[in-house]
């Protein structure tokens, strides 16, 4: 196991030269439903990792080539019970999309400042 200098977080994943730029405690939707765990924005890719209990209801960690992603935004939740009912979206998420147009989608504290981190990191800038 190594540690990130720059955030002093403890990952295995990390390739040579790759850092982490922020860990996110960031529940990732699938089929409607959230599993907990955290989302790693390094110099190279988005890696999300579940937590252990969510491991054990089938989550599997994944991650994303920064030059696969398209955007990084805001998701916003339902607006009406029924589109709230629907999506399951009582709050704003953020939003991955991919060159394929595929959305990951992620709960997280400060849903914009997290997308704006992506495209920072996308960019080059962070």
């Known amino acids: 196991m190594s540690e990130d200098a720059a955030t002093g ?5 990390l390739r040579p030269g790759e850092r982490v ?12 439903r959230p ?5 790693y924005v390094t110099t ?7 937590w252990p209990l969510a491991q054990t209801q089938g989550a599997v960690s994944f991650e994303i080539p920064l030059p696969e992603v398209r955007v990084a935004d805001v998701a916003e939740r339902g607006s009406t019970w029924r589109e709230r009912w629907h999506d399951k979206s009582l709050r704003d998420r953020l939003r991955i999309t ?5 959305a ?3 709960v997280v504290w ?10 920072q990191v996308r960019r080059g800038i962070a």
């Not at 977080?9 to 994943?13: A, C, D, K, Y």
């Open 9 to 13: 977080v403890r990952v295995t994943f």
């Open 21 to 32: 730029c922020e860990r996110l405690v960031a529940n990732h939707i699938r089929d409607r």
């Open 35 to 39: 599993y907990d765990g955290y989302l």
């Open 44 to 50: 190279e890719r988005l890696v999300w990792v579940p």
């Open 98 to 102: 991919r060159l394929s147009g595929e």
């Open 104 to 106: 990951e989608l992620f």
């Open 110 to 119: 400060h849903p914009q400042k997290a997308a704006d981190l992506v495209e």
